[in-house]
């Protein structure tokens, strides 16, 4: 059991998806980029850039396709492998 000093220093840690990332948080194993629902800390939108990381500006919004979001390009998720190819030539 690994003796963990992470409650220790600071009464507040950010959880911006970038700062999970930096600091390598993990919730059962998964990334907790992965594992958490990362909304921005100031206005709670999950879209606005400042949940992706906290140097982007909070804009309250949670519009798809801004800015610094890691939701600025919708894509769809990735689920599995698609074994499926449209025959080409
Ligand atoms: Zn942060
Ligand atoms: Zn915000």
Not at 6 to 28: I, M, T, W
Not at 55 to 65: F, I, L, Q
Request: proline fraction near 9%; hydrophobic fraction near 30%; include cysteine.
């Amino acid at each position: 059991m690994p003796t963990g000093a992470l409650l220790a220093s600071s009464p507040k840690v950010c959880g911006c998806r970038q700062c999970l990332r930096d600091r390598d948080e993990r919730v059962n194993g998964f990334p907790a980029e992965l594992s958490t629902f990362i909304v921005c800390s100031a206005c709670g939108c999950k879209r606005c850039p400042h949940a992706t990381d906290h140097r982007n500006v909070c804009t309250g919004s949670n519009e798809p396709g801004q800015p610094g979001s890691a939701y600025a390009a919708f894509k769809a998720p990735i689920v599995g492998e698609m074994g499926s190819r449209p025959g080409e030539g």
